[in-house]
């Protein structure tokens, strides 16, 4: 909790565009320690100050690597997303050759009757209520299950 504190008031102490060290002040009260920019209250005492340099800002190297980084980590993001078959577009967003791929048109069809399957179950257990049978879950189930395991 002590570092968090040091960190947040390191951090509030620079001020951006100032390159003059700022002292940092350690204080102890009643209550406990802290950290502050300002010297310590008459009702408790210094317990140490320190001489802080602010961080220089990053250079044009720093920054252009930055950038690779975020645009390999955007790069290896759509890559799983895409192995795990959560990089589908809604069909508004689908560019038109997307509609000429017999595998994506494949993979819609078993999604839908999927999606058919569930919905069935679910509206059937819904009519019958209270009064489901394992035979009737099991037979549902084998529905959606047949449904799906193609998709």
């Known amino acids: 909790m002590r570092r968090i504190v040091v960190i947040a008031c390191i951090a509030a102490a620079f001020q951006p565009g100032t390159a003059n060290a700022q ?12 950290y502050q920019q300002a010297p310590c ?10 001489d802080i340099a602010p961080e220089p800002p990053p250079s ?27 990089d589908q577009l809604p069909a508004s967003y689908r560019p038109a050759h997307y509609a000429a791929s017999p595998r994506v048109t494949r993979s819609r069809m078993s999604n839908d009757a999927c999606k058919g399957a569930k919905a069935a179950r679910k509206s059937t257990l819904q009519a019958v209520g209270l009064s489901r049978t394992y035979d009737l879950l099991r037979r549902l189930d084998e529905e959606v299950s047949t449904a799906c395991a193609g998709g």
């Open 41 to 50: 209250a008459a009702s408790s005492r210094t317990i140490e100050s320190m």
């Open 60 to 86: 044009a190297a720093q920054l252009a690597q930055r950038q690779r980084k975020a645009e390999q980590d955007r790069a290896e993001s759509a890559f799983l997303s895409h192995l795990a078959g959560t």
């Open 23 to 34: 002292t940092l002040y350690k204080c102890a009260s009643r209550t406990g320690n802290s």
